[in-house]
Each structure stands twice: as C-alpha cells, then as structure tokens.
C-alpha cells in the first residue's frame, strides 16, 4: 500500500547467519578471515577517539584514497571511491548508471545481492550462465536494449573461479556499458584487474577490507576507476557514507601490505589442505581462487550435510542455484577448524 510496489514484490537480501559474537559455533558460512586484522588498526582508531568524534569526518576519505593510490598504484586519490563496504559501492553504481525498466546483467550463478540492487531500482536484470570451464560465453558482452551495467565478481561466489585479465578487456572493449569487476576475493587470487581501469573507463573495480584485510565488521570498500568517472559516482554517495573510526582503521590497514602478504599466504595453504580433504572423502570441488571453496557430495545432498554440521556447532553456507546446482560453500577457516570440520564430515559421509 505505502511502498513502491516494486519493494513490496521482493523478498530482501538474506546475510548468512550470524550467531551471537560469544557463540561457540566454528564460523565457515561467510567467507569472514578467521584471523585478527592488522594491528595497527587499535592505535589508529584510538587517535580518533582521542581527538573525539564531535565533528564529521572527511566525506571522501582522502586519507585512506591518498594511501590506497600508492599501495595500489593509481596516479593519485582521484581514482578511487570509498564506500561503507563494498555492496555500498555496488550500490552507488547501480543507483548511478541504472534507471527503472533498464537492464543489468550479470553471470549464474553469482552473487545473490545483485539481483537486489536491480529489483530495488525498479530494474530488470538478466543471468548468463558461465561456461562448462567458467569462462563466459560471447553473449556475456553482447549489446540488449536497455543495458546499463555489467557486474562480474572475480573470483566469482560461490564457485571461487576467474575469468583472465583478457577477456575482462575484451569483454570491457565489446559492451556498451561499465562493466564492474567485484574483487572482493581478489587477494586470495593468482591476478587482478585492477590495473585495467587505466586502460578503458569502462572497466570500475570494486574492492573490500572485509574478507582478505579481516574487517568485516569495520565496514569498508572502494573502487578503482578512472576519474572522470569517480567524480560522476561521488555525485550518488551518501554525504558521509564512511565514518571517521572506519577511515582510519582502513588506512593503517592497507598501509599494512607485510600483514596481508603473510595472511594470504596461510589461507592459500589452508585452502589446499580443505580442498585436498574433501576431495578424499569423495567430494567434488571446485578449484577455488578465493577463501572459500564449492563442494558438492555425488552420494550425499547438500542439505543435510549442513544440517549435520550446524547441530555440531560448525556452520557453512548451504546454497540452491535452480537449474545449476545445490551444494556447500564452505570458508577457509585455520587449520584447526579445517581440521574439526573434516573430523566431522568424515563421520558423516563414510
Ligand atoms: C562479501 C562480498 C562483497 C561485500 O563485501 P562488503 O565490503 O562486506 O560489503 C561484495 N561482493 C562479493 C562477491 C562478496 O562476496
């Protein structure tokens, strides 16, 4: 009655679960790092709350864009947007480039909360289906009335699979619209696109602290794009959409390259130990580039599994894509919890 009826007519986003902070369940449903972030982040949020809060931060975190620039290797700040977390930059894009009844598409199957940001522009959205190798087909680049915006996650959830840097440019080279590379895996991965904002506007990049920086609850993300193309965005954004404490926890965060290096590192060996376990108890994997890993069982369904899992205090994310397929999508957790949830399922699929 009150809404537009377009809200009324969705469903919402749904997270995964989040049980309570002091909850004694192994946490493997959403693709959090299990280890503490960098350690600068204290002092640098303690400097803040020592010159106190009474005044409104820098509405566009030139701090952390003046670091992030360098670390990245970006000409300079005017290449990169800050977002309240990276679905804010997902956000600002759609708000930004798609109006009601216009198109957006991305791959199937893909990250779910996209087809949100469509339905709440009052947007249509079309669903390509990868590959038989997770490559994409032509028609993924392919021209349709309407079109407005292409979203790409690489490495792509739930499967943890990429598509190389040349065919994101020719993909960039083909469509009529911004083509948005979601990094947030990125880290974990062999390559990025990052540089190829440089070398086509059409190419934006969106990255995020929560996954590979171990920041999930701090809320922040950004994206990479040519200027020109940032100081449109910027038009979209929330005045202030990251707080003071978030800006400077970010910044000591990416200045902190030794720290991601070296947590990189002991996921990317976890994720082999976790991809080499399932594998023996008759799992099929699929090679992932991210922290987290697809795992489909031939003779057990997804479902119970889970279930099993979760009344054992183990929780991973058990997800249906309709004419794809249903399986578990477990996080790269420490070699402890990895060790726990083989333990388990071990017991479960003998
Ligand atoms: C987790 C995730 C994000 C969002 O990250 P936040 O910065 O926490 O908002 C964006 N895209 C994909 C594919 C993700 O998995």
Redesign the pocket.
């Known amino acids: 009655m009150y809404f537009r009826p377009e809200i009324t007519a969705m469903a919402g986003y749904t997270p995964g679960e989040q049980p309570g902070a002091l909850s004694k369940f192994i946490k493997l449903n959403t ?1 959090e790092n299990p280890y503490p972030p960098p350690p600068g982040i204290r002092r640098a949020v303690e400097e803040v709350l020592d010159r106190g809060l009474q005044k409104y931060p820098d509405p566009l975190a030139n701090s952390f864009r003046v670091r992030a620039a360098e670390v990245l290797g970006l000409p300079s700040k005017d290449w990169l947007l800050a977002g309240n ?3 804010d930059i ?1 956000t600002i894009c759609t708000r930004a480039f798609v109006g009601p009844g216009e198109l957006l598409r991305l791959p199937y199957p893909s ?1 779910i909360l996209y087809r949100t940001l469509a339905q709440l522009q009052g947007a249509r959205w079309e669903e390509v289906p990868f590959n038989a190798d997770w490559s994409l087909p032509a028609a993924f680049g392919d021209s349709a009335a309407g079109l407005k915006l292409v979203f790409l ?1 690489n490495p792509n ?1 739930p499967t943890g699979t990429m598509v190389s840097r040349e065919a994101v440019l020719q993909l960039a080279e083909r469509l009529p619209c911004p083509l948005l590379v ?1 990094e ?2 990125v880290d974990f991965a062999d390559f990025s696109c990052l540089d190829l904002v440089r070398q086509n506007e059409k190419i934006l990049v969106s990255r ?1 602290l ?2 590979s920086y171990g920041l ?1 609850g701090l809320r922040f ?1 950004f994206l990479a794009a040519q200027p020109q193309m940032i100081e449109q965005l910027m038009k979209v954004k929330d005045s202030y959409n990251c707080d003071a404490l978030s800006i400077a926890a970010a910044t000591a965060a990416i200045d902190d390259q030794g720290w991601l290096a070296e947590n990189r590192g002991k996921i990317v060996a976890t994720r082999g130990r976790l991809s080499q376990g399932l594998a023996e108890l008759g799992f099929e994997i699929i090679p992932s580039q991210a922290n987290f890993v697809w795992a489909t069982h031939p003779r057990h369904a997804a479902k119970p599994l889970y279930e099993q899992l979760k009344s054992a205090h183990v929780l991973v994310r058990y997800m249906n894509y309709p004419g794809w397929s249903e399986g578990l999508r477990i996080s790269v957790g420490t070699d402890e919890q990895n060790d726990a949830l083989l333990a388990l399922l071990a017991g479960m699929v003998k």
Do not use: F
Request: charge should be negative.
């Open positions: 693709n977390g990276s679905d997902l990250y996650p959830s979601d947030a895996y995020t929560s996954k999930a993300g």
